[in-house]
């Protein structure tokens, strides 16, 4: 472990004092990171500290701790260290393999050099070295050539089928060794992008076109290959598909082109190229749901027959995963698009390494001029860049060219042979790590191993030598410091152990559990021995906690220069004050209009009203909030107010002389009195007026109360007799009704009978009104 040692001074287990702390192993840095020296302390525990020192044996002073030996060359030689005492471990570098940069007939070149390097470094010291970049002539270049076969390009695909031989005579140009492929795409057979319906998938273009394939996804139709003739011949196999929404499925494609390396052919020490032309959008990783595709893109092969078998079963890639997986297998993109999609293809480019944008004519009659054209502007421009960096380790990267970018991640130059001056910086220490540089869309690396030099370089740790005078014969020396023997511990081995074990020991000198001498000063014999300040003044207390040197200050002055620190608290002179010494001892600026200091109501500190209980300053008058005296200094108290008010000096007056408000109160015999208060020096003392007229009220009108007793109760006597008598009316009124339905009741039954009498009797009743019509029978008989 490093840690940054910032000057002056870091801690080292609640040390005030560089150097920094680490278990075994330590390393101290500083800003000025080529200065640093080295050196290596023993104290009285198990472990032993690594340090920047001279290791000279009477290099400190008394007092002084081994600290002082972690310093700059220039301190440490003034100091009195010898130069050739002074440690200081510097970078190395080492190039393990450095081949020359060539090219041969066969493909295989070299255009990156060195091809390893071995680093051995400080934790943060930087080094840099440089690496040369050549772009070979006649590499191998592998084009596979990805169109949308949707049937708004249908026009497209005429020409694209007679483009064998302009494409491979442009490819000529640029080296004898070059392959091409095709692949095709649509997108994913599942609504709402293709019709699902059985013959629409089968023909999803219109009726009238009779050169239609099925549906799909994509396809890969033709391996790469460096035969014109098997280009065309396979192009011309294929035919216009079709699917419903604009957006293509082109990402789909281009993810299962560049994973599937074995499947389309990919040279491993070719220039890769893919070359897309749509004239569409794309879909993209989360479009997938609205076919009820969850499942994410796993950046997978999954060809099967030549075609994507996962199309409908997984999500779209992402423009991410798809940026990695084409900077993973060294794949460059030309995206030879349309004018309408030509802007979103740009921002496309922007997050897909080496990839350029052209536009296609209506027909695509112009892609080999726009391949030719973006595959010249890919090649001209080197970008060097890395993978994963181990932890706490910085890259920079500063081409040496005209028209370079100096970047923390990349470094990119616009000439085809170039130099790169890249730094490496280790921030902790680390063994055996490394990582790998190399330029985008090319296979040429230059692999970096790491480790660090974090153990000081004067003495190897080993068995205990011959005893030193130095260390009181108990001890060897090791790096100018004493190494005891078993059973003595100390800077000079002067403690003898006895029979106490040395936790024993070390924790009587360590205050409430804390830091050993809080930090300054060595723990011997049980008891702290401390150290100097660094004014040359010493510290002190049993636990070293004292010192005379960090006072709080005042105009840049410890104690304001008016008094004395004092283990770290101020001691002021005579006429003096304040945390700092920085007041006057004085109350002249607290005293009020009527000689009392802060009203009695506070306390002057460095000429000043220190107010208690909510009152405020300068002079603690007004105190907004408290409780209103009005309210708490009155009261019906008639046996014992001179005890409640003893704090009130009152007068009874017959007009206010105090300006402060009215107050009322009722007294014990039920009157309003009006009062005012003016609260005299102190905190509870006040002084009242009290008016000599109270507002008493009234006595009762007795003869009133009667009269209105006896109205009341002559009034609800009335209103009982009314309610009694509604009561006995809506009873009545009850019966009679059920009088009534009964008496209906008895009338039906009459009638019932006579009506059954009349139906017996029709006949005989007929005749006798044929006889006589004025007969009372008759009358009777017909009224019924």
Known sequence: MVTQCSPPQVLLKGLSYCPCYSFSIQTCVRADMKKMMCF???????????????????????????????????????????????????????????????????????????????????????????VSFKAAEGH?????????????????????????????????????????GFGAFVDKTVLPYTNTNKEKLLKPCDENDQQCQAAFGYRHVLSLTPNKNDFEAEVKKQFISGNLDSPEGSLDAMMQAAVCEDKIGWNSNSTRLIVLTTDAGFHMAGDGKLA????????????????????????????GQLATQLEKNRI?????????????????????????????????KNVVELIEGAYNALSSKVTITHDSLPENVRVVYRPICSHGEKSENQGVCDQVRVIFEITVTADLCM??????????????????????????????????????????????????????????????????????????????????????????????????????????????????????????????????????????????NPGFEGSTCQCKTSDEACRTVNNSVCNGRGSCKCNQCECRGGYQRPHCLECPGCTDPCQTKSGPFKKNCSEACKTISSKIVEKFTFTSKECKQKDSEGCWMTFKLVQ????????????????????PNFIAIIRGSVAAVHLIGILLLMLIKLLRYMKDLKEFRKFENEKKKS?????????????????????????????????VLVSC
């Not at 255009?111 to 080094?127: A, E, F, S, W, Y």
């Not at 936790?503 to 014999?525: I, P, Y």
């Open 680 to 699: 005299l020096v102190g905190e509870d003392n006040y002084e009242a007026e009290i008016r000599k007229q109270r507002e008493c009220p009234p006595p």
């Open 292 to 319: 009820g595709i969850l499942e994410p893109n796993d950046e997978q092969c999954h060809m099967e027959n030549n075609l994507y078998v996962k199309s409908t079963e997984m999500d779209y890639p992402s423009v």
């Open 431 to 572: 063994e055996n790590k490394f990582f790998t540089i190399s330029p985008r869309g090319i296979k040429d690396t230059l692999t970096v191993t790491i480790n660090t030099t974090c153990k000081c370089q004067c003495d190897t740790a080993g068995p205990i030598g011959d005893p030193h005078p130095h260390c009181n014969m108990r001890g060897s020396i090791s790096c100018g410091i004493c190494r005891c023997n078993k059973g003595h511990v100390g800077q000079f081995c002067s403690c003898k152990i006895g029979d106490k074990d040395e936790h024993t020991l070390r924790a009587s000198c360590q205050k409430d559990n804390g830091t050993k001498c809080e930090g300054r000063g060595d723990c011997v014999c049980g008891r702290c021995e401390c150290h100097n300040t660094d004014s040359g003044s010493q510290y002190y207390g049993p636990y070293c906690e004292c010192d005379d040197d960090h006072c709080e200050k005042y105009q840049n002055q410890q104690c304001g220069g008016n008094g004395e620190c004092r283990c770290g608290k101020c001691e002021c």
């Open 332 to 364: 460059q993109t030309i995206f030879a698009v349309t004018q309408n999609v030509e802007s979103v293809y740009k921002e496309l480019s922007k997050m897909i390494p080496k990839s350029e944008v052209g536009v296609l004519s209506s027909d695509s």
């Open 40 to 130: 290596k302390i023993y104290y009285e525990e198990e472990f032993s500290f690594f340090f920047l020192l001279p290791f000279m044996q009477n290099f400190t002073k008394a007092g002084e701790q081994d600290a002082v030996r972690c310093n700059t060359r220039a301190n440490l030689i003034s100091a009195g260290c010898q130069e050739n005492e002074i440690i200081s471990p510097a970078n190395k570098l080492n190039i393990a393999k450095n081949d020359p940069l060539s090219a041969s007939e066969n493909g295989q070149v070299v255009q990156m050099r060195p091809q390893k390097i071995d680093l051995d470094l400080r934790p943060g010291l930087p080094v840099s070295f440089n």
């Open 747 to 779: 009338k039906w039954a009459e009638v019932r009978h006579h009506s059954e009498l009349f139906v017996q009797t029709e006949i005989a009743v007929t005749h006798f009104r044929l006889v006589s019509l004025d007969s009372d029978c008759v009358f």
């Open 140 to 180: 191998p270049v592998d084009l596979y050539y990805l169109m949308d076969l949707s049937y708004s390009m249908r026009d497209d695909l005429a020409n694209v089928k007679v483009l064998g031989t302009d494409l491979f005579a442009a490819l000529r140009k640029i080296t004898k060794h070059a392959r091409i």
